[in-house]
């Protein structure tokens, strides 16, 4: 008998936070012990409800990164301030980074303490999301740090990074996804390229230090943002940063692509542009639209992407975190279960008609 043919399918990331959680953060702030329970108890539901969706790979839902997916790793560290590099949503609001105030620079936290407490309670294999080192590289503020030039920034930003990929990878993530928001928005900020440039090879400086069967256990995730059921660079023409995102070298990609107005034309600049040696996980549910996607939908969208991307190199993804800032309740849990069950069906669904069964 045939082997029944199985596409890869992954989330990206985070789950919107119980309510309880969100409020006993806003009075307690993120890092008082007393919101330990809560934490814990975030995570096991999450990781619980994940599991009941028939993922084959889960996150913990981001539960623990309290602030957000960007600066979690540097939240409460003495030599920043909150004054840094602004992200504006089309929505009319802004989410604002830290900015460093004085070398040397260190993470707070690193990702893999939360791949530690997921892998306790997960019986599917995990993955782990962490931030870029270029997105963190806008913590560096324009005017330089007396007494710590920006290329000894680099260097410790490029060593933290490698220390926390290292760690999720040696600890077992199924996948350490590497967030790169800025990608898109770099080429609404400048158009010319330049800046995108920058931040890839940027990126690259730090994927060239693992080995290639490591490089196809890191992927890259872009997206137009999303938050408060907003996005910060959706209008920005794939055109202008797809061919350029197929030079980062990691083995994954996590593309946005169920919310895009064009998902054909997108599909053919990919296959135009993808790497032999690249799987390109498409978005086939979009967190930021209310209406929850059928089985039957995903699986058409999967159908379509299959006739662009070979089978050996397509997964399916969601386009993004439900929540990639720990206080955006403009999605339910309910809702983003919702979605995830029906990227998982649907996946299958077009599998098994992929695979002649
Ligand atoms: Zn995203």
Not at 48 to 69: C, L, M, W
Not at 280 to 299: C, H, L, M, N, S
Request: glycine fraction near 8%.
């Amino acid at each position: 008998m045939k082997k029944a043919l199985t596409i890869p399918t992954e989330p990206i990331g985070s789950i919107p936070r119980p309510p309880e959680l969100i409020d006993a953060i806003a009075k307690r702030g993120g890092n008082d012990p007393s919101l330990e329970p809560l934490f814990d108890d975030a995570i096991r539901d999450t990781i619980d409800r994940f599991e009941a969706t028939g993922s084959p790979v889960i996150s913990d839902g981001e539960q623990r990164k309290y602030h957000n997916f960007w600066t979690y790793s540097v939240q409460g560290l003495a030599n920043t301030a909150a004054d840094g590099f602004k992200i504006p949503f089309v929505a009319g609001h802004t989410r604002r980074m830290l900015r460093l105030t004085g070398g040397p620079f260190h993470y707070k936290n690193y990702a893999d303490s939360y791949l530690d407490l997921a892998l306790r309670y997960a019986h599917v294999p995990v993955k782990q999301a962490v931030i870029s080192p270029s997105a963190l590289s806008l913590m560096y503020p324009p005017d330089g740090i007396p007494d710590y030039p920006r290329d000894q920034f680099i260097d410790d930003l490029l060593s933290e990074h490698e220390t926390e990929v290292r760690a999720c990878l040696r600890k077992g993530a199924h996948k350490v996804q590497i967030d790169f928001t800025e990608g898109r928005l770099a080429s609404k900020i400048d158009s010319s390229g330049v800046l995108l440039q920058s931040f890839i090879d940027l990126n690259n400086l730090a994927l060239a230090r693992f080995s290639a069967a490591e490089l196809q256990r890191i992927g890259v995730h872009t997206c137009p943002g999303g938050d408060l059921d907003s996005t910060h660079s959706a209008d920005v023409d794939y055109a202008e940063l797809l061919p350029q995102l197929f030079g980062l070298m990691a083995g994954n990609f996590y593309i946005a692509l169920a919310g895009e107005r064009d998902r054909v034309r997108v599909l053919k600049i990919i296959r135009e542009h993808m790497r032999a040696d690249q799987r390109i996980f498409v978005g086939v549910v979009a967190p930021i639209d209310k209406r929850v996607e059928t089985a039957e939908q995903v699986k058409d969208r999967v159908l379509e992407a299959a006739q662009y991307i070979p089978l050996e190199q397509l997964g399916t993804t969601d386009d993004c975190g439900f929540s990639p800032f720990c206080d955006d309740t403009s999605t339910t849990r309910e809702t983003a279960f919702a979605k995830i069950r029906a990227r998982v069906q649907g996946t299958a669904l077009a599998a098994k008609i992929l695979g002649g069964h």
